[in-house]
Every structure is written in structure tokens, then in C-alpha cells.
Nanobody, 127 residues
Framework: EVQFDESGGGLVQAGGSLRLSCTISAFTFADYTIAWFRQAPGKEREGVACISSYDGTTYIVDSVKGRFTITGDNARHTATLHMNIVTPEDTAVYYC????????????????????WGQGTQVTVSS
């Protein structure tokens, strides 16, 4: 069973920055792809970014590309979502997800392909 430690959520003003970190307990971290999803009030959960621990390949969805990046630290079993120039539309609960033997690629970046989830962290962007 994968254990999650998510941190970094909170309140931020529009135009500001925030970092969300996700540390997982996994025997073979390098086998995992770590992803961030988000769910805004009244909306479906959507993917934001993923990173494959095996080789560092990343994918960022178009809606946040240019503002968000994702980095990984295999030694710390951590993936971090760097959120810049945030807007009120970024307000959501952000969930970390992890999946073993799964490669981060746009055509397969779907919540249905992730079976390990953190509890989520709230991000609120004020205007």
C-alpha cells in the first residue's frame, strides 16, 4: 500500500506562487509515475501534471502550461508541483496520485489509470 504525505496547500493571492509537495512511501519509487489532479467546486476532477520517476519525463496539461511545472526528487520520493501566476480559476482541492509501472504520457493521463491517491490539499486563490 502506498502512503502519501501531501503538503503546501493554502491561500494565495492571484498572481502569486505556491508549491505542492507529495511524498510517497514506496519500496521502488523509481517504478512510479506521480501525478497531480485537481477538483474545483462543482467540477469534475482533472489532471494537471505528471512525472515518471524512472526517467523524469513530465507532462503538463495545456490549461496550466507555462505557469505550472512539476519536478521530482527520487532520493526523497517526492514530486513537487510548482504553481506560478495563479488565478482564482486554480482554486481547487489538489490530489496527488501514484501508479506503478505506468509511464507519464498525455494519451494515458487519466484518473482512471491511477489507483493510489492522497487525501488532497486545498488551494484557494483570492482575487
Amino acid at each position: 500500500e502506498v502512503q502519501f504525505d501531501e503538503s503546501g496547500g493554502g491561500l494565495v493571492q492571484a498572481g502569486g506562487s505556491l508549491r505542492l509537495s507529495c511524498t510517497i512511501s514506496a519500496f521502488t519509487f523509481a517504478d512510479y509515475t506521480i501525478a497531480w489532479f485537481r477538483q474545483a467546486p462543482g467540477k469534475e476532477r482533472e489532471g494537471v501534471a505528471c512525472i515518471s520517476s524512472y526517467d523524469g519525463t513530465t507532462y503538463i496539461v495545456d490549461s496550466v502550461k507555462g505557469r505550472f511545472t512539476i519536478t521530482g526528487d527520487n532520493a526523497r520520493h517526492t514530486a513537487t508541483l510548482h504553481m506560478n501566476i495563479v488565478t482564482p480559476e486554480d482554486t481547487a482541492v489538489y490530489y496527488c496520485a501514484a501508479q506503478r509501472s505506468f509511464y507519464c504520457q498525455p494519451e494515458r493521463f487519466d484518473e482512471l489509470n491511477f489507483h493510489n491517491w492522497g487525501q488532497g490539499t486545498q488551494v484557494t486563490v483570492s482575487s
